[in-house]
Structure formats: structure tokens, C-alpha cells
């Protein structure tokens, strides 16, 4: 039998260790950083567009509250604990796509021109930033 050594404790483990450390050297480049805060940015700017774009008191206003929050817990996520968050990168594409989407399935027809500009603009920069994190944690991986 293979000599295995015993670990008291899993924080110990030199598997984690390692990968932790890799987790550290990863998210501590400037390009993960902007990506990071960019993402919280989006994440803010989502949940008080119906105050900013004027469409409060409607369900899409609930909807980009909940969704812009999400987002910006996402983005904080990815700054302060990178090693077990790194994979939620489509977890954010996918809030962009319902942010895109969001406009005509919870109003219908009653969405205006600012509603449909602000949900798709911040729509398409969190779906852009969901893939580029994706696209980081996957390289990451190969390294």
C-alpha cells in the first residue's frame, strides 16, 4: 500500500494550499481587478436604473433591484474570495442576458425607449463581463 500522509485538518492539505495560492496569484492581476470592480459597477448601476433611467414603481424595477444586487454581490464575490467564486462568471453572463431579456418579459408592451436602452446597455456590458471572467477562470485552470 502506498505511503499516504494523514492530514489532521483539510486547510492543511498541500492541494489546497497550492490551490489557494494559485487562486491568490490569479486574482491578484490588474486585469481581474478591473474586471472585478467593473462588475460591481454594472451590479450597482443595474439595481438604481429605475430610479436613474425613471421607471420605479413598475416590476422591472423590482426585477433590476434584485438582479443589479445579485450582480454586485457577484463582482465583491470575485474581489475578495476569487478561489471559490472564479466559476460564477456565467452565473453573472447570465444576469446580463435577463437584464437584455427583461424589458419585454416582465412589462410587455409597456417597456419605453429609456427602459429597453439602460436594461440592454448594462445588459450587454454584465453579459461581456460574465464571459470575460469565465474566459480568466478557464485559463487559470490550464496554467
Do not use: C
Not at 421607471?55 to 454581490?73: D, K, M
Request: proline share 3%; net charge neutral; aromatic share 6%.
Amino acid at each position: 500500500m502506498a505511503d499516504v500522509a494523514m492530514h489532521s485538518r483539510i486547510e492543511e492539505h498541500p492541494d489546497l494550499l497550492a490551490l489557494r495560492a494559485h487562486a491568490a496569484e490569479v486574482s491578484a492581476k490588474p486585469a481581474l481587478q478591473a474586471v472585478e470592480g467593473l462588475t460591481l459597477l454594472t451590479g450597482l448601476y443595474l439595481a438604481i436604473s429605475p430610479w436613474v433611467v425613471g421607471f420605479n414603481g413598475n416590476p422591472l424595477a423590482i426585477s433590476n433591484l434584485v438582479t443589479g444586487i445579485a450582480l454586485a454581490v457577484l463582482g465583491l464575490g470575485f474581489g475578495s474570495a476569487y478561489e471559490r467564486t472564479f466559476g460564477m462568471g456565467w452565473a453573472a453572463a447570465g444576469i446580463g442576458a435577463w437584464a437584455i431579456i427583461a424589458p419585454w418579459v416582465v412589462q410587455h408592451a409597456s417597456a419605453t425607449t429609456g427602459t429597453i436602452v439602460s436594461n440592454t446597455i448594462t445588459g450587454a456590458v454584465a453579459l461581456l463581463l460574465g464571459v470575460v471572467t469565465t474566459a480568466m477562470a478557464a485559463r487559470s485552470r490550464r496554467t
